[in-house]
């Protein structure tokens, strides 16, 4: 992308290269700038998923050309790890250098980057295969500090904060396309019991019709760091 940015200035007098800065927008809409193109990325990506992200559709949402874009993102790829990025940031209480309430600490974190996934869909699939951003790093050392100042050896933090993630990417991804009706679960439910001499577990703890998500996952939560508190 940065030989089709040569390109394009090439085409120009030197007089009339444009700044980063000073990209004009069309009249009647904000001035061009990264944050603006990144809010925006992220409400097209609620709104049409990862495959409905194109430059020219968010060049349109801006009211821009798709050319002034590259003045301040590479290619859309960078608009993805950007826009990953921002939805992840963590405004949680100021980070102390030793914690009163380790598990309450963790809890918070976790619970906070659940429920950021769930606000925006698309980020679960993304956050796999994308450079991990300034934002989810200070997510991970935070963690990890409140790990080690709990006690966890170094030896098993790794582990610790990995447990951790798939658990959090796991419950988040499930909750978002496991979504049933009552309708669909009670269906289900009848299903089970027809069949019950082949699932008499599953039938008799009716897991079909349990949709508390959000006890579900703190309490499985505190199942890991329970194993963690005792090592």
Do not use: C
């Not at 944050?35 to 020219?56: K, N, P, S, Y």
Request: charged residues 25%; neutral net charge; proline residues 4%.
């Amino acid at each position: 992308m940065a030989a089709k940015r040569s390109g394009a200035q090439s085409k120009r007098s030197p007089g009339k290269i444009a700044s980063a800065q000073s990209v004009q927008a069309p009249r009647n809409e904000p001035a061009l700038s990264l944050e603006r193109i990144v809010a925006t990325a992220v409400e097209l990506l609620d709104a049409q998923g990862v495959d409905g992200l194109t430059m020219r559709r968010l060049a349109d949402r801006l009211g821009s050309g798709a050319m002034s874009l590259y003045w301040h993102v590479d290619n859309k790829e960078k608009v993805f790890d950007l826009a990953l990025d921002s939805v992840l940031e963590y405004r949680g209480s100021p980070e102390t250098a030793v914690s009163k309430d380790w598990r309450g600490e963790v809890v918070h974190m976790l619970e906070d980057w659940r429920a950021s996934m769930l606000r925006h869909p698309w980020s679960p699939s993304l956050l796999p295969r994308r450079a991990l951003g300034p934002n989810i790093l200070a997510r991970l050392e935070r963690l990890t500090k409140i790990l080690s100042g709990a006690g966890v050896a170094d030896a098993d933090l790794n582990v610790a904060i990995w447990s951790l993630w798939n658990y959090v990417m796991g419950a988040t991804v499930t909750r978002a396309n496991f979504d049933l009706s009552e309708e669909d679960r009670a269906a289900a439910q009848q299903n089970l019991t027809a069949l019950n001499e082949h699932y008499p577990a599953i039938e008799r703890s009716r897991l079909l019709l349990d949709n508390d998500w959000d006890g579900a996952f703190r309490k499985g939560l505190d199942f890991l760091l329970d194993g963690l508190a005792s090592r």
